[in-house]
Every structure is written in structure tokens, then in C-alpha cells.
């Protein structure tokens, strides 16, 4: 059986410089997703966002073009918590964990690896150093906007609850920023700002789940592609915020791997 795909991704011989460049002719002559959509209606994102995806046998590459008339970034700090201002996110699903990372128009990082607590158990592949739930920065979480009645303790997900590990750094990562305006300058009007993103596939092993590294011919990942927009009216901001994805979840809840868009990856 064919399984439907909603983006493929193109292998490439040589390497991408990683600056922030996505006019270069490496990512023109990629294939480029349709605008992104409004994450639980589906309609078109009040924005254009657009991704391209391209892979070697070393790493994992990935392009973001985002329109924005107001380019903005206030948060600097490493793992900051990105999404309450301007980001673009990628998420990587590995069955019994998965990874986010969101970058801001001034490249700041914010990284989380999650793990599915009921494949957290003793002696399991997850039960190392790296991955230590007594660290003061591993936490219990159940998706967006849980926190209400019966789903207070597990969320509303079928599989309950992730351990989340805010510590985690993905080996070797790269991430680039161009803007095209000026950051952080709301007396003109900026046209957007880019994201070019580098990820080693020996990086990815834990997200592997039984597949090659780097891909065969024809396997699929599912990833979460998106952006989340502060947006003001007046003096009040929009809650939540505009959330624009490749493919609509029908609820607002990012956490929902299974709801991602299937990457498939071709020679």
C-alpha cells in the first residue's frame, strides 16, 4: 500500500552552507510547499510561510521563507521560550519521542526532547544519562492547553503524558537568519525574514524508530512544520496566537505527532 505523503523531499549531492540564504540556487531549484495554513481551520495563513527541504547523506536540511511587515525579536536568551513572541518550529517524530526546536528572527534556540512516559521504563534505550528525570530541568508535560478538568494530570492525548528534557541540545545543529527589513524597526515596513536549518542525521538516531540513517529511498518522517505570529489589536494581544502550519491539525494543540505532515524522502 502506498502511503500518502504531503511533502517530498529531494536528495542532493553536495553540502549547503548554512547562512541564512535561501535565495541561493541550491533552495531555488528545490521544490517549495504550498503557503502555510491556519492550524485549526485550515484556511490560508494570514502570512505567507513557506518550507523546502532538501537532504545528503550527511545531514538533514531545511529552508523557511516568512513574510512579515513588522520583523520582531526581542527574546535572545538560548531556550527562551520563543512562541510567546515570533517563531518558526520544526518538530521531529520518533515514535516513543520526538524533538522541537524553535528559532526567532535574531536566531535564538529553543530546544525540547520529549519521550512518551509510558516508553520511558528501566533499562530502555531513553533510560541514560542524557535523559536523567531528576535533573532540574526535566519536566512532566501534557500538550497544549491541558490543564483543565479531567485532563489535568495527562492531558487530553491518548497516550497521556511526555517527560520533557528542556536541557537537551541537538548535536551539531546549525541555524541561520537573514531578514529582509530591519529587526526590531516598526517605522518601516520589512518584507520577512528566513531561516536555513542544518541537522546531522547521526544527530537523529533516537528519532530513527527502526528506519535508516540516513533515509532509504521512500521512507517517511512525520514532521511538524510552523509558525506561531503575536499579533496585536489596539493595545490587546491575540490569545492564542495565530498558529500557521503545512497541514491543519483541526485543533490547536501542536503536540499531536500524529496529525504532522509526512515527509517522504526520494533519491
Excluded at 524553535?102 to 512516559?117: C, D, P, R, S
Excluded at 530513527?208 to 503575536?230: C, E, H, V, Y
Amino acid at each position: 500500500m502506498t502511503v500518502k505523503s504531503d511533502y517530498i523531499a529531494k536528495k542532493i549531492k553536495d553540502s549547503i552552507k548554512i547562512d541564512g540564504n535561501t535565495k541561493k540556487a541550491v533552495w531555488r531549484n528545490a521544490k517549495w510547499s504550498n503557503r502555510f495554513v491556519d492550524m485549526v481551520s485550515g484556511d490560508l495563513g494570514m502570512y505567507n510561510t513557506q518550507v523546502a527541504i532538501l537532504w545528503n547523506t550527511s545531514h538533514l536540511y531545511l529552508a523557511f521563507e516568512a513574510e512579515e511587515p513588522f520583523v520582531e525579536a526581542k527574546l535572545t536568551e538560548r531556550d527562551s521560550i520563543l512562541f510567546l513572541e515570533n517563531d518558526l518550529e520544526l518538530f521531529i517524530d520518533g515514535g516513543d519521542c520526538y524533538y522541537e526546536l524553535e528559532v526567532n528572527a535574531a536566531n535564538t534556540i529553543y530546544e525540547v526532547f520529549f519521550i512518551w512516559k509510558d516508553a520511558y521504563k528501566k533499562g530502555s534505550k531513553f533510560d541514560i544519562p542524557q535523559f536523567d528525570v531528576h535533573h532540574d530541568q526535566a519536566y512532566t508535560f501534557g500538550g497544549d492547553y491541558d490543564r483543565k478538568g479531567a485532563s489535568f494530570w495527562k492531558g487530553t492525548h491518548p497516550r497521556g503524558i511526555r517527560w520533557a528534557f528542556t536541557n537537551f541540545d541537538l548535536q551539531d545543529l546549525q541555524t541561520a537568519v537573514q531578514i529582509d527589513g530591519t529587526l526590531n524597526d516598526n517605522s518601516d515596513i520589512d518584507n520577512g525574514w528566513s531561516l536555513e536549518i542544518g541537522i546531522p542525521w547521526k544527530s537523529l538516531e533516537l528519532l530513527a524508530n527502526g528506519r535508516t540513517i540516513p533515509p532509504s529511498d521512500g521512507d517517511i518522517w512525520n514532521m511538524f512544520l510552523g509558525r506561531f505570529q503575536k499579533l496585536m489589536v489596539g493595545d490587546n494581544e491575540v490569545q492564542p496566537h495565530p498558529a500557521m502550519v503545512l497541514n491543519s491539525h483541526g485543533t490547536y494543540d501542536t503536540h499531536l505527532p500524529e496529525k504532522w505532515s509526512r515527509i517522504k524522502f526520494t533519491v
